[in-house]
């Protein structure tokens, strides 16, 4: 578990714009901690091939940019706060990632990870572990871990953070 923060952000697009929620640092707002595995690049998608049976080798498009594969992601989710507050905090995230929280732009989202410095926008919650481990005797906080599974459907647009007055207001992409 890293010590930086993560970042997430609502999105809703209409297949033109995107409509952009406000930015949750998930440790001030529910004491959330995770670092995310973003990968830099991730696999390639397969390439447009013919192959010819009186031919050697084969014809394959390859394309001035290697396009990149669609991505799951598993990322362990650390709650570590008061006890009364731990069950609130964890429905307040999970909603929150759904789309389903009170005032949700929508269940697309945009991540931001100070740990591995990478960030990605198209992304959605697929799952949830309903294992949850809890460890009552850490630092004398309430502890809870479980996984929550991602789809990262755009692999290549970079997300970063916009910083003003020391605090992250928005997520930037282009």
Known sequence: MGLRNTYIQQLYFDGETYTKGEVVN?????????DVPFKLFPEAKELAVRDW???DGRD?????????????????????GEDAKM????????KFIYGRNDGAVGG??????????????DIHVTSID????????YDDEQCAKFN?????????????PSVSENKVNDLIFS
Request: with cysteine.
């Open 87 to 94: 069950r609130d905090n964890i429905e307040a995230f999970i």
């Open 130 to 137: 309903n294992d949850i481990y809890y460890d009552v005797d």
């Open 26 to 34: 998930l440790t001030e707002k529910w004491g959330i901690y995770c």
């Open 148 to 160: 929550v599974k991602f789809q990262v459907e755009d692999p290549a647009t970079d997300v970063k």
């Open 60 to 80: 394959v498009y390859i394309p001035k940019k290697i396009p990149l594969a669609a991505y799951e992601l598993e990322v362990e989710v650390t709650y570590k």
């Open 53 to 55: 049976a009186g031919e």
């Open 108 to 121: 697309r989202l945009a991540i931001y990870d100070e740990y591995t410095g990478i960030g990605r926008k």
